[in-house]
């Protein structure tokens, strides 16, 4: 057998003991590397969504991590993220069992995007605003951007209140709108937001920076039953506060 044989075939019995146990290596060592390996994966993946694990009992949660330590193939040697891994698992290899809550994939998307937010990295354009010296003339004169430590996201299920002890069985009647972002003490933070607000962060998302004139533009030709001055000034008083949260940013070219 080639060395490169001999390396599958260890990998193999790792991921699922039920495999051959590789010739010439005794099953006391091969249990112990490959406790130490699932408890690895096991680690990362009960630490990036505790509140899903807490909704089950601790052997039903082993199983659907041993199902994606054995058939999930990961494209990513980097630890940080398993957590996607995980939910790309869950989003389309895992099938659903009447075990299994509705709300698995968005509860699971959320927390995921926890994990996102507190390990993003700063982008050296986008400053913070100082709101001392913030009026409306001065933002409006801005190029803005959303942080790069935030997210904006939709839910149709309250995924911000579930708990051991909440678990909805049907959807909201409205959709769920939220900014998940890292605040001025780099802790990750959670902000519901109206319809609107979401519209705002999600168009500005798609850019680098926005000029506020050019946001205010494309406000009033998509919301053409508000009046443009009443819409201007909703903006004007969004933006300030979404600045003072952190969530937007000055962006400024090097």
Request: hydrophobic share 40%; with cysteine; aromatic share 14%.
């Amino acid at each position: 057998m080639s060395f490169i044989e001999t390396q599958q075939k260890f990998m193999d019995y790792i991921k699922d003991p039920s495999n051959p146990l590789p010739e010439g290596i005794e099953a006391r060592r091969m249990k112990i590397y490959r406790e130490l390996f699932f408890n690895n994966i096991d680690g990362f993946v009960s630490n990036a969504f505790p509140v899903l694990k807490s909704l089950y009992s601790e052997q039903y949660w082993q199983e659907r991590v041993q199902q994606f330590f054995v058939y999930h193939d990961c494209h990513t040697p980097i630890f940080i993220e398993i957590s996607q891994e995980f939910l790309l698992f869950l989003q389309t290899e895992y099938t659903a069992t009447e075990i299994d809550p509705p709300f698995m994939l968005e509860l699971a998307h959320y927390e995921w995007l926890e994990l996102v937010v507190a390990v993003a990295q700063e982008v050296p354009q986008q400053k913070i605003i100082d709101m001392a010296v913030m009026d409306a003339d001065v933002i409006s004169a801005m190029t803005l951007s959303v942080s790069s430590t935030s997210q904006i996201a939709q839910y149709t299920y309250d995924v911000q209140h579930i708990s051991e002890d909440y678990r909805p069985k049907e959807p909201t009647e409205e959709p769920q709108f939220f900014c998940i972002y890292s605040d001025f003490e780099d802790e990750v933070s959670f902000l519901q937001l109206n319809p609107l607000t979401a519209q705002v962060l999600a168009y500005m998302s798609q850019f680098d920076s926005v000029q506020c004139a050019d946001l205010i533009e494309w406000l009033s030709v998509t919301f053409t039953d508000i009046e443009p001055t009443v819409l201007q000034q909703g903006c004007v008083d969004l933006l300030m506060q979404l600045s003072a949260k952190g969530i937007i940013r000055e962006f400024i070219e090097d």
